[in-house]
């Protein structure tokens, strides 16, 4: 070894192995959780965008997947998973949580960290962290990601300012990934 020779993180597999072994996991637990490819692929893809730093599309594909998963979980309860029925369905929106809450989807797990007004904001139609969130990115409104320039009054936005919230995002959608492959057991038993 030289002396600027990077340390890898496991010394007894190479980086690029230990990297594709995450990944095959990461996408291999997706899978197995939610049991759709209507939904899973969303995380997926958010998994691999994040890896690469691409944090907007990471942000995005976490959102949808959480959206995704919470529609078609809702409509097959309801007896309405068909294209028709899915291509009418509710975005995601307070009324769309509360419908997945009353089907027996514990949605308290979308919280955001800190937001104790979850259950609040839900039953009294204020918009919840995640809802806001996907509300102005999906819409393109980026402004409350811009970061300061240190030193300045100058602000900026790169794609980078949204990497936090992709961790976040992260987070949230394995605990719910969790959360779907417990509702989906139930349902078959």
């Known amino acids: 070894r030289t002396p600027t020779a990077k340390r890898r993180k496991n010394p007894t597999m190479p980086e690029d192995i230990a990297e594709q072994f995450r990944s095959l996991a990461d996408q291999h637990n997706y899978y197995r959780r939610l049991r ?9 893809e958010a998994e691999k965008a994040l890896r690469h730093g691409l944090h907007i599309a ?20 309801q007896g ?10 509710t975005i995601m929106k307070n009324a769309l949580l509360r419908e997945a809450q009353s089907i027996g989807l514990r949605v308290e797990i979308l919280a955001f960290p800190g937001e104790v007004d979850f259950e609040d904001k839900l039953s009294k139609n ?6 806001r969130v996907r509300n102005n990115l999906c819409h393109g409104n980026v402004f409350q990601n811009f970061q300061k320039v240190p030193d300045t009054d100058e602000t900026i ?33």
């Not at 990471?58 to 309860?77: D, K, M």
């Not at 204020?126 to 809802?131: C, D, F, N, S, T």
């Not at 980078?160 to 139930?186: H, M, N, T, V, Y």
């Open 126 to 131: 204020k918009g919840v962290e995640l809802v």
């Open 80 to 89: 309405k998973f068909d294209e028709d029925s899915m291509g009418n369905a």
């Open 157 to 189: 936005f790169t794609p980078e300012c949204l990497q936090g919230l992709a961790l976040i995002l992260k987070d949230i959608s394995e605990k719910w990934s969790k959360e779907i492959r417990r509702f989906k057991e139930l349902q078959d038993h």
């Open 36 to 44: 759709g490819a209507e939904t899973h692929w969303f995380f997926v």
């Open 58 to 77: 990471a942000v995005l594909s976490f959102i949808n997947g959480i959206e995704a998963s919470i529609r078609t979980n809702v409509l097959y309860q």
